[in-house]
């Protein structure tokens, strides 16, 4: 009953820029964590950049100073400004969201399906 409702992706030129967003509706407590992951063909899943309840950011080396995350706490929504893409940035793109239902209670996690980034000349 959690969703992830996903948006952006496409293509684009090498050193140009996209915005991923992405939105968490339902029933939830305290959202812990949201931001996003990709898997690039042939590779396992990894962490692109999350936010948590306190603000703080969590980015894989190789898009520090190109990426950026912004939270919107209110309406449970991130944004991932992309700059200066790379080739290797190419991947589906997921967004992921950690969050708690009611209290007490533990951990829950939501995947949205996925948006397709491709740079390519």
């Known amino acids: 009953q959690v969703q992830l409702v996903e948006s952006g992706g496409g293509l684009m030129q090498p050193g140009g820029s996209l915005r991923l967003s992405c939105?968490?509706?339902g029933r939830i407590y305290s959202l812990i964590r949201l931001g996003w992951y990709r898997q690039a063909p042939g590779m396992q899943r990894e962490l692109v950049a999350t936010v948590d309840t306190d603000g703080i950011t969590n980015y894989v080396e190789s898009v520090k100073g190109r990426?950026?995350?912004?939270?919107?706490?209110?309406?449970?929504?991130?944004?991932?400004?992309?700059?200066?893409?790379?080739?290797e940035d190419t991947a589906v793109y997921y967004c992921y969201a950690q969050y708690m239902a009611?209290?007490?209670?533990?951990?829950?996690?939501?995947?949205?399906?996925g948006t397709l980034v491709t740079v390519s000349s």
């Open 23 to 25: 939105a968490a509706s």
């Open 67 to 87: 990426f950026t995350l912004s939270k919107n706490g209110t309406r449970n929504t991130v944004s991932l400004q992309m700059n200066n893409l790379k080739p």
């Open 102 to 113: 009611g209290v007490p209670g533990g951990y829950r996690a939501v995947w949205g399906q």
